[in-house]
């Protein structure tokens, strides 16, 4: 399964981007996307997540602020930030996880974009 992430880049304190991801390659099944983030000396944290079926999963710092969807068709993750902060700024990483062959489940990740919110 390989990710391709677009649409970082630099921003002001309040304004707006779209990050997309699209996985290629072949699967049993795809059963969740989402997005991760990462600063400087930090642990990578779960931003943004969403199921095959729907199901959405924020981190309380970008709640109402942040909205993610999925294509299923496109085998696409998106994720709309809005009211964006300075505290945003990170690479953003984009995941999935999913079944290669039945019976074996594994996580995948994007290469990052970095997405920096200027005060």
């Known amino acids: 399964v390989q990710l391709v992430e677009s649409g970082g880049g630099l921003v002001q304190t309040g304004g707006s981007l779209r990050l997309s991801c699209a996985a290629s390659?072949?699967?049993?099944?795809?059963?969740?996307m989402g997005w991760y983030r990462q600063v400087p000396r930090k642990e990578r944290e779960m931003v943004a997540a969403?199921?095959?079926?729907?199901?959405?999963n924020y981190a309380d710092s970008v709640k109402g602020r942040f909205a993610v969807s999925m294509d299923n068709a496109k085998n696409t993750v998106y994720v709309q930030m809005n009211s964006l902060k300075p505290e945003d700024t990170a690479v953003y990483y984009c995941?999935?996880?999913?079944?290669?062959?039945?019976?074996?489940?594994?996580?995948?990740w994007g290469q990052g974009t970095q997405v920096t919110v200027s005060s």
């Open positions: 995941h999935a996880r999913a079944a290669p062959v039945r019976g074996w489940t594994q996580d995948y």
């Open positions: 390659g072949s699967w049993v099944s795809l059963n969740a």
């Open positions: 969403i199921t095959g079926g729907g199901s959405t």
